[in-house]
């Protein structure tokens, strides 16, 4: 079992930046792929970042690749998700997820099925 709690959304200009974090409960956090989605009014949850649980392995959806970063620290039980270049079609609000599976495929982590467990969100806001 794990817990996730996100922090660092917020109101931003086009063209600024936010970290949001995800932090994780438990000891076993090291073993769990995790990734960000996001969901906008009126559309489904979205694929954004996905890290494996060692870290060594990323994916970007095509719409952040370049302007986003994901990274964990597993000795702090913590994702992270930096957002640079904020455009206003990011706005939605942003979910952490973790994965027990040891699978580290694109089209796996990609998917919202791929997880199990997830964080209540926090809202990012791009103003133009």
């Known amino acids: 079992q794990v817990q996730l709690v996100e922090s660092g959304g917020g109101l931003v200009q086009a063209g600024g930046s936010l970290r949001l974090s995800c932090a994780a409960s438990g000891r076993t956090f090291s073993s769990y792929g995790m990734g960000w989605f996001r969901q906008a009014p009126g559309k489904e949850r979205a694929f954004v970042a996905a890290?494996?649980?060692?870290?060594?392995?990323?994916y970007y959806a095509d719409s952040v690749k370049g302007r986003f970063t994901i990274s964990r620290d597993n000795a702090k039980n913590t994702v992270y998700l930096q957002m640079n270049s904020l455009k206003p079609e990011d706005t939605a609000v942003y979910y952490c997820?973790?994965?027990?599976?040891?699978?580290?495929?694109?089209?796996?982590?990609?998917?919202?099925?791929?997880?199990?467990?997830w964080g209540q969100g926090t809202q990012v806001t791009v103003s133009s």
């Open positions: 890290i494996s649980w060692s870290g060594g392995t990323t």
């Open positions: 997820a973790a994965s027990r599976s040891p699978i580290t495929t694109a089209q796996a982590m990609g998917v919202p099925s791929f997880y199990g467990y």
